[in-house]
DNA sequence: TCCGGAACTC
DNA sequence: GAGTTCCGGA
C-alpha cells in the first residue's frame, strides 16, 4: 500500500483516490462508466487540465470547457448529442445522492463528497457492521470507523506498504463491466489505457494516488491514518485523505462538532477542518484536533474505533468518568490497537488476547467487548458467533432471518448489542447478554424470542439505510398480545431468561436512563440540524429541531412518569406510531427495557 | 446559469 | 439504477 506516491498525472491540488474512483470499470452497480468515474478521469489526465480541473477546495473541480467536457461524456457514452446542459442534469442527479453539489457562486463549479461517493458505491463495507450511524449527511450513517489495528496505524513509508490495498473481494465487487463504445473517437480507450498502466505498473497495493490535498503540505510530518476495519475491503479509508492522511470529513462527528480549536464548517461537503486555516500539523494543533475528535466519538456515540491514533500525542480525555478508562486505552500513546470486535470474541475477551487478526473475510461482527466479558469471560462470544456466523449476508445461509448483528461501540457496547431478530422459528439455544441487553424470553409458542433494543439511528441516516436495520419482530408474539418485546419481559419477568447477573455492573438507573436520554436527543437534534442544512432551509430545520426536542422531551417526560401516551399503557401495545414516532418510541422502549432489566439484574 | 420534475432509454 | 432528454422556472 503506497499512500502517498504522487503521480505525476496528479494535478498540483491533487486529491488521493483509491485506484476505483479513477476505474470506469470500478461502478458497482453500472455496467456502463458513471459520470463521476468520468469526471475524476479527466480529472486526473494532465491533458484535460484546460477542461476541467481541481480548483480551490478539498474536492472541489471546475469545469473551464462546459462544452468539452460535455463533447468527451457524450463520446464516452457515445452519445453525439450530450452537451452541457444535459451533463449537468447529470451532475445535479448526483446532488442528491449526496455524491457531489454545487459550489455556489462560482460557475461550472461543483465539489465531490467522497465520503458519499464511497459509501454509494459500496455500501457493502458497512454490511455487517451496524455500527451506529454516524448523524452525519455525507454518507456516513454508512461509513464505519475501521478498528485500527497495529498496523493500520502507521507512520513510516515501509508501514504503508502492507499489503492488500484492496481486496480481491472489494476489487471484485468494485469492478463491472466496461461499456464497449469505442468508435476511434471516443475517449474511453485512452483514459482506461492509462488508468490500466498505470494499475499493471503498479500493482495491487497502490490504491491511492498520493494525493494532497490543496494547502495541506506533501511532507506533513504527522500522518494520521484511518484505521482498518479487516473487515472493510479498504486496508485504510477508501475516502480521498490526502495520501493516506486520516480524512477529517471522515469522522462526522468532527465534522459537525465545531470545537474551539478548530475552524470548520459543519456542511456536508469535504469541508474539513485540517484544511481550514486554524489548522496545522503541529503536535499540539493535532492534539486539539484529537481531543476534538475524541469528544465528538463521546458526543455521537461513535465507537472508539473512531478514535484517532496518533503517535506520541497524549490526548486529553473529554471529561467522561465512565469512559477514560477505554478512551485512554485507546488514545494515549503508543497507541494500542483497537482490536476488531471479531478478534475479541475469538480471543474470549481478554485484551490480552485480542491481537488475533480475524480470519474471516466477511462476517457480520460479534458485539464489541462489554464490561461482562471483560470482567468474566466469553460467554457472549458463544452465542454472538453462532448468530453472527448464520446472519451474515455474505453466508446466505436460509436460516438467514434479516438479522444483524449490530455492534455499536464500545461505548454503546456497555449498554447495548444489536441483535435483531425477526425471526419466529429460529432457536436461539445459548444466548448470553451483555449487560442483559440481549437477553431471551420463551414466548408462549415455546419459541425463543431474542429481546433487543434498537440500534441508536440517526435521523440523518437515509430512510432507506435504516430500513433493514432494524426491526421489530414480524408477528405478535405469542397468544398475550405481546407486541413488543419489552411487554413480554414486564409482564412475563419470570419466562424470561433475562440477565445473567454475574459480572454485571450496576449503573444508578436514573444515571443510565438520564444520560441515554440526554444523548439521543442530542444526535437526534443534530441529525437533524444537518438534515435542515442539507435541505438549505436553516431556519425551518432549527424549528423542526426545536419541534423534535419539544417532542421528545415531552415524551421522556412521560415516560419518566411511568406512562405512555397511551393512558399508562406501556408503550408497544398502542397503535404502531409513526416512523418516526416509533423510532422515539423505540428508545424509550429500549430505555425502559434496560432499566426492568438492570432493576431484575441489580 | 442553475435547478429539478417528468418521462424515457438502456 | 444511472443516466438522458426535455422543459419550465428561478
Redesign the pocket.
Known amino acids: 500500500m503506497e499512500l502517498n506516491t504522487l503521480s505525476p498525472l496528479l494535478p498540483p491540488s491533487g486529491f488521493a483516490f483509491p485506484d476505483w474512483a479513477y476505474k470506469p470499470e470500478s ?12 469526471i475524476l478521469e479527466l480529472l486526473r489526465k494532465e491533458e484535460y487540465h484546460d477542461v476541467i480541473a481541481w480548483q480551490g477546495d478539498y474536492g472541489e473541480f471546475v ?1 473551464k470547457d ?1 462544452d468539452e467536457v460535455a463533447r468527451l ?2 463520446a ?2 457515445c ?19 449526496r ?1 457531489l ?4 457562486g ?5 465539489k465531490f463528497n467522497f465520503n458519499k461517493l464511497v459509501l ?2 459500496y455500501p457493502f463495507i458497512d454490511m455487517g457492521t451496524g455500527t451506529v450511524p454516524p448523524p452525519v449527511p455525507t454518507g456516513g450513517s454508512h461509513f464505519r470507523f475501521p478498528p485500527s489495528t497495529p498496523s493500520d496505524i502507521l507512520s513510516s513509508s515501509e508501514e504503508l506498504r502492507s499489503p492488500g490495498m484492496f481486496s480481491s473481494v472489494a476489487r471484485r465487487m468494485a469492478r463491472g463491466s466496461v461499456s464497449d463504445c469505442s468508435d476511434g473517437t471516443s475517449t474511453n480507450s485512452e483514459l482506461e489505457e492509462a488508468v490500466g498502466a498505470e494499475e499493471r505498473g503498479v500493482g495491487p497495493d497502490r490504491g491511492f494516488r498520493g494525493l494532497l490535498p490543496p494547502r495541506l503540505p506533501h511532507d506533513s510530518l504527522f500522518r494520521v491514518y484511518v484505521h482498518q476495519d479487516p473487515m472493510s475491503p479498504f486496508p485504510v479509508s477508501p475516502l480521498p485523505g490526502p495520501g493516506g492522511l486520516l480524512a477529517p470529513t471522515l469522522s462526522p462527528a468532527l465534522s459537525m462538532t465545531p470545537t474551539p480549536h478548530l475552524a470548520y464548517t459543519p456542511s456536508p461537503s469535504m469541508s474539513s477542518p485540517m484544511l481550514g486555516s486554524h489548522f496545522s500539523f503541529n503536535p499540539e494543533d493535532m492534539k486539539h484536533y484529537l481531543q476534538a475528535h475524541t469528544q465528538s466519538v463521546y458526543n455521537y456515540h461513535l465507537s472508539p474505533r473512531a478514535f484517532l491514533h496518533y503517535p506520541n500525542i497524549v490526548i486529553p480525555q473529554p471529561h467522561r468518568p465512565s469512559l477514560e478508562k477505554s478512551a485512554a486505552h485507546h488514545l494515549h500513546g503508543p497507541p494500542l490497537p483497537l482490536l476488531h470486535p471479531l478478534s475479541q470474541q475469538q480471543g474470549g475477551g481478554e485484551e490480552g488476547q485480542q491481537q488475533h487478526p480475524s480470519p474471516f473475510k466477511f462476517k457480520l461482527q460479534p458485539p464489541p467487548l462489554g464490561r461482562k466479558q471483560r470482567d468474566s469471560g466469553s460467554s457472549l462470544a458463544a452465542s454472538s458467533s453462532s448468530s453472527s456466523s448464520q446472519s451474515s449476508p455474505f453466508i446466505g445461509s436460509a436460516h438467514l432471518k434479516q438479522r444483524r448483528v449490530e455492534p455499536i461501540s464500545d461505548i454503546e457496547s456497555e449498554e447495548e448489542v444489536e441483535v435483531t431478530d425477526i425471526s419466529e422459528e429460529e432457536e436461539l439455544n445459548h444466548i448470553d447478554d451483555d449487560e442483559g441487553d440481549i437477553f431471551t424470553r420463551t414466548a408462549p409458542h415455546g419459541n425463543r424470542i431474542r429481546l433487543s433494543a434498537p440500534p441508536q439511528t440517526s435521523p440523518e441516516e437515509d430512510p432507506d439505510d435504516d430500513e433493514e436495520v432494524f426491526k421489530t419482530p414480524a408477528t405478535p408474539i405469542g397468544s398475550s398480545g405481546l407486541a413488543f418485546p419489552l411487554l413480554a419481559l414486564k409482564s412475563e419477568p419470570g419466562q424470561a431468561s433475562p440477565i445473567s447477573p454475574g459480572g454485571t455492573r450496576c449503573i444508578p438507573l436514573k444515571l443510565r436512563f438520564k444520560r441515554r436520554w440526554s444523548e439521543d436527543q442530542k444526535m437526534e437534534a443534530d441529525g437533524e440540524r444537518d438534515e435542515a442544512e442539507d435541505k ?1 432551509v436553516r431556519a425551518d430545520g432549527e424549528e423542526v429541531v426545536e419541534g423534535k426536542r419539544e417532542e421528545v422531551g415531552r415524551r421522556g417526560g412521560e415516560m419518566e412518569n411511568g406512562g405512555g401516551r397511551g393512558g399508562g399503557v406501556i408503550l408497544g401495545l398502542m397503535l404502531p406510531p409513526p416512523p418516526t414516532q416509533r423510532r422515539a418510541s423505540s428508545e424509550l422502549q429500549r430505555a425502559t427495557a434496560q432499566l426492568s432489566l438492570e432493576n431484575t439484574g441489580c
Not at 27 to 38: D, T
Not at 79 to 97: C, E, G, I, V, W
Not at 101 to 104: E, P
Not at 106 to 110: A, D, G, V
Request: hydrophobic share 25%; glycine share 4%; no cysteine.
Open positions: 461502478s458497482p452497480g453500472s455496467r456502463q462508466i458513471q459520470l463521476w468515474h468520468f469545469i462546459p461524456w457524450g464516452r457514452k452519445k453525439p448529442q450530450m452537451n452541457y446542459d444535459k451533463l449537468s442534469r447529470a451532475l445535479r442527479y448526483y446532488y442528491n445522492k455524491i453539489h454545487k459550489t455556489k462560482k460557475r461550472f463549479t461543483y454509494v458505491n438549505k
